[in-house]
């Protein structure tokens, strides 16, 4: 599950990107736009989604390959498991979990939202925070860990 809030100034340009379907481009393993349109922005302006990855099985890290084409558009990412990975059964089977099926976020579907919003200014955010890995209850890897500490 993942959680994030667009970068100050970046509202136009991620509507852009999302609906003429620049956003995530070459990133090899299907379209990150399209997991991101399922997105929900709640009322602070977290937008919140579910994407199946597996980078942990390989890198150690989630979502290690997104990030890159993520961290363009949004900041405050928040990356958590959808259920323990004790009871995950990993590649391929992820991509019909009922853990990840079930998951249902409230709040504004995310074109919607940039759409009625692009134009207006931006709320003082800050500078926005690196991304977070949140496991499942807090229990990470050892590398995720490492990112959280830097």
């Not at 498991?81 to 009871?87: V, Y």
Request: hydrophobic share 30%.
């Amino acid at each position: 599950m993942l959680g994030a809030r667009v970068q100050p100034g970046r509202r136009a340009d991620l509507l852009r990107a999302l609906e003429d379907g620049t956003f995530g481009e070459g990133f090899p393993y299907g379209d990150l736009g399209e997991m991101v349109m399922t997105g929900r922005v709640d009322a602070a302006g977290m937008i919140r989604w579910v994407e199946v990855c597996y980078c942990r099985d390989y890198y150690g890290v989630a979502m290690h390959e997104e990030l890159p084409y993520l961290e363009e558009y949004l900041t405050d990412i928040e990356v958590a498991d959808a259920r323990s990975p004790k009871h995950c059964e990993g590649y391929p089977e992820c991509n019909d979990c009922p853990c990840t099926r079930k998951v249902r976020f409230e709040g504004e579907p995310l074109l919607d939202h940039l759409r009625r919003t692009a134009t207006e200014a931006d709320p003082a955010t800050g500078e926005g925070r690196p991304t977070r890995w949140l496991g499942w209850r807090g229990q990470v890897g050892p590398e995720e860990e490492r990112r959280n500490r830097a």
